[in-house]
């Protein structure tokens, strides 16, 4: 099912007087330029072509026939006459968005190749894109998304990051929104997962690059809670699953490594509370277990054993039920991680 599409934004044009208090965007303002988009307190001039080939909303607007007053119109700043459209949007989102357009003289859009977008990059893009139907933006943003918030444990595992490398955990409540708007409920309960791992801010949500707020809508907000209490649970089942018998199949002193692994499983009542019970269920046990096997009585296939192939059985059964600790349905959820185990 597709998302929901805005209600085309087709605003008034702004007549020569309501321009006087506006400035040129230093880095989106072309003399030969054929359309003038004003966000918020700034002018862009660009050129119209890319932006109609790729957005039937823009197509649209710049379809309309101008006003009878506009004909021979003049900007502020005595250029020859050009559509001026006034947007909602800030003019933050709006460069990021236009950055895609800038170079594209031919109606494809740009920036291949290796780029790490930042948080407030992949947000304007996408809730922008969406906007104004520019669905192969949304799609390459909601792609390079989903390689971190994964629906396949496999691949989720793999990776070291929970996140992009430019984002912070905070941003994760803006991805489940960007979920929500873009009707991708695959990413949903690792974004979800990730806000659990928040303090206040789950609460006080982030700030944009114009300066406004966003936060999670209650309903999500509730489901962190219920979450977090859930994550909290799961980690302490794998830390009293993680040091149980047997060992390692490989093993070739399996009395001494026994008793090690006892120690290690007896020793989880003098440990952290942040070490039994943390949110993070996926966070490694090595720690652990180097400060308590100082002098590694732990043969290294005992030790690899702790290290991979023991948590990661564990976090797959995690992994399994995440929907359901977070409260959201994800058709298909785990089917190829189930497949391959």
Known sequence: MKPSRPASPLLPHVSVSETASLKRDEEFWFEDGNLILVAGDVEFRVYQGPLIAHSPVFNDMLSLPQPAEDSGRRTRHGESSCPIIPLTDSPEDLRHFLRVFVSSSSGKIIRSGQHDPTFHEVSACVRLGHKYQVDGLVQRYVDLLRKYYADNFDAWYRSTLVRPPSFQAVHSIAVVNLARLTN????????????????????????????????????????????????????????????????????????????????????????????ISCVDWYASWMVYVDGRDEDRELCMRCYKMLEGERPKKLQREVWMSLPAMMGVTVEGWGIKAKQES
């Open 184 to 275: 991708t409920p695959s990413m949903l309960p690792t974004a979800l997962m990730d806000c659990c791992t928040l303090g206040p801010e789950i609460v006080d949500g982030l700030v944009r690059e114009d300066g406004t707020r966003e936060t999670l809508p209650l309903d999500d907000l509730g489901r962190c809670f219920v979450g977090r209490a859930k994550m909290a649970q799961a980690s302490a089942r794998i830390a009293h699953l993680m040091f149980r018998p047997p060992v390692s199949a490989a093993c070739r002193q399996p009395a001494c490594c026994q008793r090690v692994l006892q120690r290690l499983l007896n020793e989880l009542g003098n440990a952290r509370d942040d070490v």
